[in-house]
């Protein structure tokens, strides 16, 4: 049962982190190749957004496979006779907790380790790339946006560098609206940051409110054009980025630099213990809710809903308890609180399917025979 529950979950995961990471992927694509950038970029932004999306669907992934593997060994009379051997669903629920453990592991592994490390990488990609005027601003045949009022394009780029038929428009000013175009132009950077020099060009200058124009010819002109690059924020690191030894340890002084409360601090600490621990509740809620069933015409589908129910509870009460743990330090402990309420639930439902005598059972039986 146990080697049935690990191929399953590896199809479900597969499946699931395609899914997820192709649609992360998308909007990902259009915000770094519109931007200018290079597919190796985009190919790097989306590898290291991965292991975070295979976080978000390990516990579903172990919920599918208990779910689908008990439902099969029921559909073919191996747990019938299971049972019939003397093995109760305490009992048969064993493979099922070793699998959900081996799960929790891997989860551990990604919440403490591989999604701190991607996420620290990611930010300093960004703020590498943020800074890189080329990919934003030196993209030829091709009208920019790089700024909010700010219109720019090149329509060549020679190989030494050189700007061709440079224009930009900047309407970021209510008062008046400035237009540049120049016949070639050049990007030189300086203590104050990156310029853009044209040459052999022409300034219009229209005032918003008479609508009066004026033109100035220019031979050589600079223009700043550090506020058009988007800076890739804060040096300061995410509570998401440290590692979880420090975020324990040195609770106030992260929370001091990351800006965030206390709480939240503690909160992110303590949730990378306990999404492992619901990989597990995942894996035992689908196995014990198949168990409580019996024969039906129609399957198990109202015990698979009524696992997703369970399930949807389960996240209900992790969304209640973020508001106390967050405005008082001294509740971290209710963050493993939905992962009690899980394992209660799984015990009440095995509970249910291992009573000797089932009333519902027992009218089955007889309907059986009478028939």
Not at 330 to 354: C, D, K, M, Q, T
């Amino acid at each position: 049962m146990l080697s049935q529950l690990m191929v399953v979950f590896g199809f479900f995961a597969l499946v699931l982190v395609m899914v997820y990471w192709v649609n992360a992927s998308v909007s990902l694509f259009d915000e770094l190749i519109t931007d200018g950038h290079s597919a190796r970029i985009f190919l790097e932004f989306s590898l290291l957004s991965l292991p975070g999306v295979i976080a978000l669907v390990l516990p579903m992934a172990a919920f599918g496979a208990a779910v689908y593997v008990t439902n099969r060994m029921s559909n073919e009379s191996e747990m019938t006779v299971l049972q019939a051997g003397g093995l109760s669903p305490w009992r048969l629920g064993r493979p099922v907790l070793v699998f959900g453990v081996l799960i929790a592991l891997m989860m551990s592994v990604l919440t403490h380790a591989l999604v701190p490390a991607s996420v620290a990488q990611l930010r300093d990609r960004e703020s590498e790339i943020s800074e890189s005027v080329a990919a934003r601003l030196l993209h030829e045949g091709t009208f920019l946006h790089p700024a909010r009022g700010v219109t720019f394009y090149i329509r060549e780029i020679t190989d030494d560098g050189e700007l061709r038929d440079v224009y930009l428009s900047d309407r970021r000013n209510d008062q008046r609206t400035v237009t540049y175009t120049a016949e070639t132009a050049y990007v030189t950077r300086d203590d104050g940051g990156p310029k853009l020099t044209m040459r052999s060009g022409l300034a219009q200058e229209v005032q918003t409110k008479d609508l009066t124009l004026s033109t100035t010819n220019f031979t050589d002109l600079t223009y700043d054009i550090s506020g058009l690059i988007t800076s890739g924020g804060s040096e300061r690191r995410r509570a998401r980025q440290i590692p979880t030894l420090e975020l324990l340890t040195q609770t106030e002084a992260v929370a001091e630099e990351v800006n965030d409360s206390i709480g939240e601090v503690l909160e992110e600490a303590h949730n990378r213990f306990q999404m492992p621990l619901l990989c597990v509740v995942a894996a035992l809620i689908g196995y014990a809710a198949l168990m409580t069933g019996t024969f039906s015409r129609f399957g198990v589908t109202k015990q698979i809903v009524g696992a997703i129910f369970l399930l949807v509870l389960v996240k209900l009460v992790e969304s209640a308890i973020t508001e106390p743990v967050r405005s008082t330090p001294a509740f971290w402990p209710l963050v493993y609180l939905p992962s009690l309420v899980g394992f209660a639930l799984a015990a009440v439902l095995l509970w249910r399917a291992a009573r000797p005598f089932r009333p519902e059972r027992r009218r089955g039986q007889d309907a059986e025979v009478a028939a």
